[in-house]
């Protein structure tokens, strides 16, 4: 794609880059906004659960009855096996209580893309930011597999790497190092529709349904423990299953659907998350343990949030909004890591294990 200058590009087409789109438009019909995202929403996308407080902001992105109309599995609750081997049921363990949601994560974010071309975004799929680099007050953008534009303000949206704001001389840090050893399952096994979450002495374990049938369940421990315990490979996944049992029972008859996908989930802070001519949202500005069950909201809301700060900065020439955002996403990773650091320590059966000792270690905000 060639063309002229445009206001605002947004890399990356998630929930975070496409709720600021729409956003944008809405508060700033006057900005000519593209979204480039890589992908063509194809394939399982990590990411499966909704929390209930996300169908305020999809209402208020107006995608509410759209959302509705996709028919995405309602969640009724979480059981954790937490701090004792007897499972307790909890609606949502970081969340006010509701109806949250099992989602089909590619489904999900290819709506969010039409309902924000349908408000006049730009969408190109199957377009990656290659490049960004300032030129004559703005940025000079390549994609790839071909193409340049220029645009007076970049979003990045390209979740937890960051890789425009990076580019900016943004600095990523880490509070532990936690990764998700994952599988996609091709039916439910159990036929309970809960959440389950499930401590054991090297992390914890969490498998949940997801539309049509289908089953996720993941080993969440720190990427050193997990090498060493051999969770990347299906065998030594399938061994550590065993401290899981109520994880095991919901899996049983389930047919694993390829090997294990390893995903990084650790709690971090973009420093900073907005500078000049730029923000970040979504995983790019934050990430949080998916423990909470708030990856998704939280996109939704700070892309939201991040589009009034560029908007005014863009159309009214107001800048106090972007310093406003970079506190907002500030005091937002603040907090979760005090509820973080309350919600682990009510695991107290192995405190002289690895992951736990590490969780027992205050860490600044």
Not at 181 to 206: I, K, N, Q
Request: glycine fraction near 14%; include cysteine; hydrophobic fraction near 45%.
């Amino acid at each position: 794609m060639d063309q002229g200058r445009i206001d605002v590009l947004i890399a990356g087409g998630g929930p975070g880059g496409c709720a600021a789109a729409m956003t944008l438009r809405a508060h700033a019909p006057g900005l000519s906004v593209v979204l480039a995202e890589a992908s063509e929403y194809a394939g399982p996308r990590i990411g499966e659960t909704l929390s209930p407080a996300a169908g305020r902001v999809l209402d208020h992105l107006g995608v509410w009855e759209a959302f509705r109309a996709q028919g995405h599995r309602e969640a009724y609750a979480t059981a954790a096996a937490w701090g004792s081997p007897v499972p307790y049921d909890n609606d949502f363990l970081f969340a006010a209580r509701g109806t949250g949601w099992h989602l089909d994560r590619a489904a999900f974010d290819a709506l969010l893309a039409r309902e924000a071309e349908a408000r006049g975004v730009t969408v190109l799929r199957g377009a990656r930011v290659r490049d960004a680099r300032r030129e004559d007050g703005g940025w000079r953008v390549a994609l790839a597999p071909g193409g340049e534009l220029r645009a007076r303000f970049l979003v990045d949206a390209t979740g937890a790497r960051a890789s425009l704001a990076r580019r900016c001389g943004a600095r990523s840090r880490a509070v532990d190092r936690l990764a998700g050893f994952v599988r996609f399952f091709r039916d439910g096994g159990g036929s309970d529709p809960r959440t389950l979450v499930e401590a054991f002495a090297d992390g914890w374990w969490y498998t949940a349904p997801l539309p049509g049938g289908g089953r996720v369940a993941a080993c969440m421990t720190d990427s050193d423990l997990g090498r060493g315990l051999g969770a990347a490979e299906p065998d030594g996944w399938e061994r550590l299953l065993a401290s899981a049992p109520r994880v095991g029972d919901a899996l049983h008859g389930a047919g694993a659907d390829g090997s294990v996908v390893v995903r990084a989930a650790r709690s971090r802070r973009l420093e900073p998350a907005a500078g000049e001519g730029w923000l970040a949202v979504g995983d790019a500005a934050s990430t949080f343990d998916p423990l909470s069950s708030q990856g998704v909201l939280k996109a939704l809301r700070s892309g939201t949030f991040a589009a009034y700060a560029a908007g005014d900065l863009l159309a009214k020439g107001d800048p106090a909004g972007m310093e406003r955002y970079h506190s907002f996403v500030a005091d937002e990773f603040a907090g979760y890591l005090r509820i973080r650091a309350r919600y682990y320590a009510e695991e107290s059966r192995w405190p002289e294990r690895p992951f736990w000792r590490r969780r027992r270690t205050p860490v600044p905000a």
